[in-house]
């Protein structure tokens, strides 16, 4: 049996509706928020919002907050943008998370299953550590990054 395919997003610069018209595109049943805090200055990403506007699609939510960016170690990243300290810490802080690791692999396995964060591009945000771990440990095949549309700015 084939290991299954996983999806990421982010919404950064993304219209709500133009974010879901993303999942449903790609057939994501599943949303699973890899953000240590499940909430959002940005209308309708905040987990309770998100929720609602995911099941009005059809489209499950699950936060495994354990797979989150510790707040140190996003604190140091907001501040010098340094991508290769946040992945030192944060794959230091992946290998305490076996049990999230796995319960994403099952539901991935029973769902098309998309990991959600807030940077648009994959390879600036935790969500590749978290897909490239999976890989490395045989629980996934393929990564589909997914990319709404983003807003355009005035």
Not at 78 to 89: N, V
Request: glycine share 10%; charged share 25%.
């Amino acid at each position: 049996m084939r290991p299954p395919t996983i999806f990421t997003i982010g919404y950064e610069d993304a219209h709500l509706h133009d974010f879901l018209d993303t999942l449903l595109g790609a057939g994501v049943r599943l949303v699973v928020d890899t953000r240590e805090r499940a909430q959002s200055r940005r209308q309708g990403y905040s987990k309770t919002a998100l929720t609602a506007a995911l099941g009005e699609q059809g489209i499950e939510y699950r936060h495994l907050r354990g797979l989150g960016t510790p707040p140190a170690i996003r604190k140091a990243y907001i501040l010098d943008h340094d991508f290769a300290a946040l992945k030192a810490g944060y794959t230091l802080h992946l290998g305490t998370q076996g049990d999230a690791l796995h319960e994403l692999a099952d539901l991935a396995a029973q769902y098309p299953t998309a990991l959600l964060c807030y940077e648009h591009e994959s390879g600036e945000c935790h969500r590749s550590l978290i897909t490239g771990r999976l890989g490395q440990m045989g629980l996934i095949g393929d990564v589909v990054d997914l990319k709404p549309p983003r807003r355009s700015k005035p």
